[in-house]
């Protein structure tokens, strides 16, 4: 039996539709137009079609984009300096600042200098506290964008197994805390976890967020289990013709559309509900900043 593709490319698209309805109606009946400033040091290849790519959609959902762009030997205060104008603007209701950052820029430093209500990333500090003790928070945007797949194809998640593959503070952790919001069994599992086939045998979710390529195999899981596939890889593909590549999950995809219940392609699973999860959280950022009701369905 060959597993239902859960359509990341779609689901987005929806979300971006929720959140233009939203913000048209901020316009129209409060006269408030959300606006999301993004900020990028340097000029990393990846980080610019990013950064390109979030400014045009923040566009065609009716958003202002502010899109600040410095130099690579930028300060530190330089930077915080501008950080700090950001937070006092009343026109900016999200900021982001582009990871990774030069190396002689303090990451944890910067992003904590963020106002934590416009921190759209969610990676500050205070934003990362508040969603463990289950508070409300601005959460980041990937694990947002999983969970929001999840129960749009389960309704609850309750009771579930769920294994996350994956440690990082941008994915794994995260990820964890919000399955174990929605009340599932949460086993984070990382490179040191005793018979990882196992673990994710048990599992009715498995979130892979590692960035090893295809590592996942089919026999590891279980019949019936929802794979989220986070992993983006380029691998070689000479299959393409000389020097060609193409992208893999960190699932073994073919093998394990086979087994699993529901499984998130890559391209087009995971990746597209980012960018979608930035724009709704800007909307929540400026609904909370102007004490009007959030958007339902956007928020963890
Ligand atoms: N670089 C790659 N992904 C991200 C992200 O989600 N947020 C930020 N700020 N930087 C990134």
């Known amino acids: 039996m060959s597993a239902t593709i859960i359509d990341g490319k779609a689901f987005a698209a929806k979300v971006r539709g929720q959140v233009a309805e939203h913000v048209a109606r901020l316009k129209g009946d409060h006269g408030i137009t959300p606006g999301l400033a993004v900020v990028l040091v340097g000029e990393d290849p990846a980080s610019q079609v990013y950064v390109r790519s979030k400014g045009k959609m923040t566009v065609e959902v009716g958003m202002n984009s502010y899109e600040h762009k ?3 030997d930028t300060s530190e205060d330089d930077l915080l300096s501008l950080i700090n104008q950001l937070n006092n603007d009343p026109g900016v209701h999200g900021i982001l600042v582009q990871l990774p950052l030069p190396k002689h820029l303090n990451e944890d430093l910067v992003i904590n200098s963020i106002d934590p209500a416009k921190d759209v990333d969610g990676f500050h500090i205070s934003n990362v506290g508040l969603l463990g003790t289950g508070q409300k928070a ?10 929001m797949m999840l129960r749009d194809h389960h309704g609850s998640l309750s009771g579930m197994n769920a294994v996350v593959i994956g440690r990082s503070n941008i994915v794994g952790k995260p990820m964890a805390q919000l399955l174990l919001g929605d009340s599932c069994t949460v086993t984070i599992a990382h490179s040191r976890t005793k ?3 196992a673990v994710v045998r048990g599992a009715d979710i498995v979130v892979a967020a590692v960035g090893r390529p295809q590592m996942v195999p089919g026999d590891w899981i279980k019949p019936g289990a929802t794979v989220i596939d986070v992993g983006i890889n380029r691998i070689d593909a000479p299959e393409k013709g000389e020097g060609k590549t193409r992208l893999v999950g ?8 086979q ?17 979608a999860c930035l724009l709704a959280n800007t909307v929540t950022a400026c609904c ?7 958007p339902e369905g956007l928020t963890a």
């Open 250 to 257: 960190d699932v073994d995809f073919d093998s394990a559309v």
């Open 259 to 275: 087994v699993a219940g529901a499984i998130t392609p890559v391209p087009g699973g995971v990746g597209p509900m980012t960018i």
């Open 138 to 147: 601005m959460v980041p945007c990937t694990p947002l964008g999983c969970l």
């Open 195 to 197: 018979d990882l086939p």
């Open 70 to 72: 410095l130099s690579a």
């Open 288 to 294: 909370r900043a102007n004490g009007l009701a959030e």
